[in-house]
């Protein structure tokens, strides 16, 4: 059977929900097999973990090069040519679109973009915030596959995770460098496209000031907060954390929406969440077609409500 490569996301010596996500799906393709670029000393830490989730080999690319993006594509190329995979599978992030894009040109392969769905003879591609599923096919040997979070359950069957050692070759061309990294900043919460459970707020929340309604459910529940696209655009809350077509896309195990009229560009980020919760006045507001619980009510009436229940519950 013919291996399926699997770009692994990490990030301070911890392997990311995604990889794991696209181990699981990579298996109607093929046998899947992590690549892991990481500075020297590093890379083998995560071999573990990626054995357990169901890697049967495991590429080890340590390097110490800092050009932008670039040693995880010369990586992946190299492999290509000497492995002759089924496909190559890499998460959709700002640094996985590009990483895809660039390889897919190295390559001559095709591309195939934010997909939600992977069998064996075709991909599925959600559409117009996901109005349409469009089913396509590459025409190329190697196809590289960028894959939406939630495209598939984590597996729980152990790989074999035999480890290769495998050289990183140098730069096919001048590049930039990247001379500083700097971790942004993120409080004792979750990472919003790594956690169980969301709390977003939308238009409805009504100010920077009340954002605070969702901030404190999110903390009762040790969940994430997330924002629609109407509340970063009119300023309630930073844009790193907008959840939608043009934000984040999260596939918790629960999304509570507060506030949130559920249009379609915001759906797009989070319709594969488990379990939705909904919060909003409007019962005829689209977020209610989704969710599996909503409440028609005032927001700052049902949330602290539901946080006073949550610390009785626990306590």
Request: charged fraction near 20%; charge should be negative; hydrophobic fraction near 45%.
């Amino acid at each position: 059977m013919a291996e399926v490569l699997i770009l692994v996301d990490h990030l301070d010596g911890q392997v990311k929900k995604s990889t794991y996500e696209l181990l699981a799906a990579a298996r109607p393709l093929g046998e899947p097999s992590a690549v892991v670029v990481a500075p020297p000393g590093t890379a083998g830490k995560l071999a573990d973990a990626l054995t357990q989730h169901g890697a049967e080999k495991i590429y080890l690319a340590e390097t110490d090069r800092t050009d932008f993006l670039t040693p995880e594509v010369d990586v992946l190329a190299a492999l290509v040519e000497s492995a002759s995979p089924a496909a190559v599978l890499i998460a959709v992030s700002a640094d996985g679109q590009e990483i895809a894009g660039r390889l897919a040109v190295r390559t001559g392969s095709g591309l195939l973009s934010e997909v939600v769905e992977i069998g064996p003879e075709s991909v599925t591609h959600s559409a117009f915030g996901g109005a349409y599923r469009v089913e396509a096919v590459a025409n190329t040997p190697h196809p590289v596959i960028t894959v939406r979070s939630g495209a598939a359950e984590i597996g729980s069957v152990a790989g074999a995770g035999a480890e290769q050692a495998t050289d990183v070759p140098p730069p096919a061309r001048r590049v930039a460098t990247v001379t500083d990294r700097e971790p942004v900043t993120g409080g004792g919460r979750p990472e919003l496209t790594e956690a169980s459970v969301v709390v977003s707020g939308g238009r409805g929340v009504g100010s920077a000031e009340q954002f605070a309604v969702v901030e404190e459910l999110a903390d009762s529940l040790g969940a994430a907060v997330g924002a629609s696209r109407a509340a970063v655009d009119a300023g309630y809350y930073p844009p790193q954390f907008q959840v939608g077509q043009t934000g984040k896309t999260v596939s918790p195990q629960l999304y509570v929406a507060l506030g949130i009229s559920g249009a379609i560009q915001h759906r797009a980020g989070m319709q594969t969440s488990k379990t939705v919760v909904a919060v909003n006045k409007d019962p005829e507001a689209p977020i209610f077609e989704i969710a599996d619980f909503g409440v028609v009510g005032d927001l700052f009436t049902v949330a602290p409500q539901l946080k006073d229940e949550i610390a009785k519950r626990r306590g």
